[in-house]
T-cell receptor, first 109, second 115 residues
Framework: TQLLEQSPQFLSIQEGENLTVYCNSSSVFSSLQWYRQEPGEGPVLLVTVVTGGEVKKLKRLTFQFGDARKDSSLHITAAQTGDTGLYLCAGFRSYIPTFGRGTSLIVHP | DAGVTQSPTHLIKTRGQQVTLRCSPISGHKSVSWYQQVLGQGPQFIFQYYEKEERGRGNFPDRFSARQFPNYSSELNVNALLLGDSALYLC??????????????FGEGSRLTVL
């Protein structure tokens, strides 16, 4: 059973388009992190959200943590080819992370 | 500064064999955790070690074991390999496991293929 459900699983878009990736759970998490993983490499942290309702912006990326701390979203504005990769959400409980299955994003020029 | 290093990067084993994977954390980091990433899925937590003690264990069979050395490096051992053990094994380090907000720094992984 996947505790963290990510959607969509795959996303193929054109450069300049906007997109949103969702991370949902029935469980409450102490914090949630978003990572990006490129082929042949390990995941790299993008952001950590801790407070319910929190919104963080990182240039063209906007991250939101749900009020109940059970879900999160990642919104990318004006996607670029460099945004291509696997986006992973990870929820923390008792210091142990649970990762979602990931959203594979391909941005075409 | 060197990041998390893992070895070997690729290896091929046959069913029933045993494998040892190695990980060196970022200098100053005392916690190491191991993950299995099957193609098309996110990383699944296997173990977490801090100060040479196991601090967390995921839902993996006893064929999987690990240890952490005084220099904070770590080894993951898998016995009696099965075809389903084929995956990318990731190691991550952090300065302390006692936080739900600390960044996990991942290595590039060890790609294991079981034939």
């Amino acid at each position: 059973t996947q505790l963290l459900e990510q959607s969509p699983q795959f996303l193929s878009i054109q450069e300049g388009e906007n997109l949103t990736v969702y991370c949902n759970s029935s469980s409450v998490f102490s914090s949630l992190q978003w990572y990006r993983q490129e082929p042949g490499e390990g995941p790299v942290l993008l952001v950590t959200v801790v407070t319910g309702g929190e919104v963080k912006k990182l240039k063209r990326l906007t991250f939101q943590f749900g009020d109940a701390r059970k879900d999160s979203s990642l919104h990318i504005t004006a996607a670029q080819t460099g945004d291509t990769g696997l986006y992973l959400c990870a929820g923390f409980r008792s210091y142990i992370p649970t990762f979602g299955r990931g959203t594979s994003l391909i941005v075409h020029p | 500064d060197a990041g998390v290093t893992q070895s070997p990067t690729h290896l091929i084993k046959t069913r029933g064999q045993q494998v040892t994977l190695r990980c060196s954390p970022i200098s100053g980091h005392k916690s190491v955790s191991w993950y299995q990433q099957v193609l098309g899925q996110g990383p699944q937590f296997i173990f977490q070690y801090y100060e040479k003690e196991e601090r967390g264990r995921g839902n993996f069979p006893d064929r999987f074991s690990a240890r952490q050395f005084p220099n904070y490096s770590s080894e993951l051992n898998v016995n009696a390999l099965l075809l389903g053990d084929s995956a990318l094994y990731l190691c991550a380090s952090r300065d302390t496991p006692a936080a739900n907000t600390g960044e996990l720094f991942f290595g590039e992984g060890s790609r294991l293929t079981v034939l």
